[in-house]
């Protein structure tokens, strides 16, 4: 980890001078010469009814290893890889430590715990079992490993970096006092033939090393704009990273975790302003790629947890859930010129014309059959008929001698529109006085179906990624959008300056988390003190978010234990709710707005079209029967 190499834990034992043994013991192994301070390692170890695998290269005693097993009490097993040949060469014995990685993996899969042990003097050797464990994924934190060897701090410095992320220990046997000069390792215990293992320290012999860093290091940490989450204060004149603050809900819990894990830190931005994404040729760019490429100790964001990243970095426990939502410009309040037709559903018109359609046919039909009436029955008929169109219209009606029959079909007709009439007259008094602002793009589909906008993405996000690989589906048609032009790509930090202008304009449509969209529209409130934006009704990719640390990083789970802390407290909600003003201004707009100002000639025109479409027709009906007429004059 990048500035904790003073929490590097080894283990040192004391010398054996050549005064308590004879000289040609100097040549004996490691695991030989530290037999008795190896096995009073392994006793204390609290892990000691674990399965324990035991990697030796080939200067090591078969004798001392079968003494270490006697003495061993390991309730699962224990297995002994070891190297074979003198004279290898370092490729090839990383190949054969690489193979016996991944047999010793497969053990581990059968096992409930894990202890470890390499041997040797040869550093090439500890080096090439460190990269094989740490590739294949062997020497994980819940995996312990005691590594004994005679060499020198300073010959183990490609080491450091490993032995600073595991929980690992090292034995140095025979250690004399230069040794330990100079070095940033702890050292927790010591062992000497009189004193036995002695610790040093307050610490047991494999202590957690990164639930509290005992020294204060300085961690990297990639941050970089993503509103409610992440702000970023920029000096206007020299945009650098010493020249930006960061603050609001994740700076707030970085804080706690500095606090309360002892670290210093300092956030940088990535050059490329994106998230992360994997490249064709399999390397990653953005955030992500800071963390794979070991740049940073971890990241901010939050991340949308996606397979794909949790190939190359682990993920924190989520810090929240959010979904996608459309963001769109509100129409403007206007007055629908045929809201004329509105007060009454499309039903209760069909209804009421085909109801006068019926009573015409039955007037006629029993007109002709009535043997009572003493005047002319077309004539008779046809103004009743007349009348019956001209009660609907709320027009006056002449009562003409004839039957009750007929008045009673008039009385009962004027009683239905009587009701139909009062109740058209007040809706529509209503409409004229509300005004609606059209919100079109409810659902993915609306913004994909209109030709006329453009929808808004952030560059390489989870989102982008998600429907990139879509093969059908509405995520299969906004991939196709690509090919037309109609998606923009933008970066996190571009995104909060361009997205509401091109969103203003009416043209494009934003598709982002659901909380960043309430930034953007309560910043626009705080503004212009207008909701000039709406949200879709329909949420899309939900995802979960969380931080990211590199592969098999043991900061990661103690990350994650802090965060479940602050969020049961509520603490990260309360922060996201207290950090952006007028944040609920808009939340609840209503379509509807009631207005008293005067209707102009545009909300009426639709009455105008009827009224000009009745004199066209009228002038078309006048035309016909005047060449009827004048066909019928000629003849005569």
């Not at 074979?84 to 497969?106: H, I, K, P, S, W």
């Not at 020198?152 to 992320?165: C, D, I, K, V």
């Not at 956030?267 to 940073?296: F, L, Q, S, Y």
């Not at 609907?392 to 001698?401: A, G, I, N, T, Y």
Request: proline share 4%; aromatic share 10%; charged share 20%.
């Amino acid at each position: 980890m990048m500035g904790v190499t003073s929490l590097i834990v080894f283990l040192t034992t004391a010398v054996l001078t050549a005064d308590m043994h004879p000289l040609h013991y100097r040549e004996l192994d490691s695991l030989t010469r530290g037999s008795e301070a190896v096995n009073a390692v392994l006793a204390t170890d609290s892990a000691a009814l674990c399965s324990l695998i035991l990697f030796v290269d080939s200067k090591t005693s078969s004798r001392s290893v079968s003494e270490i097993i006697g003495n061993l009490k390991a309730s699962e097993g224990i297995a002994v890889f070891a190297v074979a040949g003198d004279n290898q060469d370092y490729n090839e014995t990383q190949a054969q430590l690489c193979r016996m990685v991944d047999q010793a993996r497969r053990l581990r899969q059968v096992s409930r715990c894990l202890r470890m042990m390499v041997v040797s003097d040869d550093a090439a050797f500890l080096v090439a079992f460190a990269e094989c464990s740490l590739e294949g994924r062997l020497l994980v934190w819940s995996n312990r490993l005691l590594a004994v060897t005679r060499l020198s701090l300073q010959q183990l410095q490609q080491l450091h970096e490993t032995f600073s992320q595991t929980n690992s220990i090292l034995l140095l046997v025979n250690t004399v006092a230069g040794y330990l000069q100079d070095t940033k390792a702890l050292r927790v215990a010591s062992w000497t033939p009189k004193r036995g293992l002695v610790l040093t320290t307050h610490l047991p012999l494999f202590p957690n090393k990164f639930y509290k860093f005992l020294q204060k290091p300085s961690l990297v940490v990639a941050g970089g704009q993503y509103e409610p989450h992440v702000n970023v204060l920029f000096n206007s004149k020299t945009p650098q990273d010493t020249e930006v603050t960061f603050y609001g809900p994740m700076i707030n819990l970085l804080e706690i975790f500095a606090l309360n894990i002892n670290f210093s830190y300092r956030i940088v931005r990535p050059p490329d302003g994106v998230w992360g994404a994997k490249m064709p040729n399999g390397t990653w760019i953005g955030m992500v790629g800071m963390v794979v490429r070991k740049e940073v100790d971890f990241a901010l964001g939050p991340f949308g947890i996606t397979a794909v990243r949790y190939e190359a970095a682990d993920y924190t426990r989520p810090i929240v859930i959010d979904y996608a939502r459309i963001m769109a410009r509100r129409g403007r309040p206007e007055v629908d010129p045929w809201g004329f037709v509105l007060p009454l559903a499309p039903l209760v018109w069909a209804a009421t014309l085909t109801t006068l359609l019926l009573l015409c046919l039955i007037l006629l039909l029993l007109s002709k059959c009535s043997s009572y009436l003493h005047i002319n029955r077309e004539t008779t008929a046809s103004y009743s008929v007349l009348d019956y169109l001209r009660v609907l219209l709320q027009q006056d009606v002449f009562v003409r001698k004839g039957s009750w029959w007929q008045r009673m079909l008039l009385i009962a007709w004027m009683t239905v529109t009587l009701v139909l009439t009062r109740s058209y007259s007040g809706n529509l008094m209503s409409l004229l006085a509300v005004r609606y602002s059209l919100q079109p793009y409810q659902t993915l589909q609306d913004a994909v179906d209109d030709p006329s906008v453009a929808l808004i993405w952030e560059e390489d996000s989870s989102y982008v990624q998600s429907f990139r690989r879509a093969t059908s589906g509405i995520y299969k048609a906004v991939t196709d959008l690509e090919k037309i032009g109609r998606n923009v790509y933008l970066t996190f930090s571009s995104i909060s300056e361009r997205a509401p202008t091109l969103v203003r304009r009416g043209d494009h449509v934003l598709v982002l988390e659901e909380n960043s969209e309430n930034v953007y529209i309560a910043q626009d409130f705080s503004t212009t003190e207008r909701c000039d934006f709406y949200l879709s009704r329909e949420k899309v990719l939900p995802l979960m978010f969380a931080m990211i640390g590199r592969k098999n990083s043991p900061l990661v789970p103690v990350l994650s234990n802090r965060i479940r802390s602050v969020k049961e407290a509520g603490l990260y909600d309360y922060w996201m709710k207290t950090s952006v003003p007028n944040s609920s201004s808009c939340a609840h707009t209503s379509t509807k707005t009631t207005v008293k100002a005067s209707l102009s000639l545009t909300n009426l025109s639709g009455m105008f079209v009827v009224l000009v479409s009745g004199y066209g027709l009228g002038l078309l009906v006048f035309g016909l029967e005047a060449i009827i007429d004048w066909s019928k004059m000629s003849r005569s």
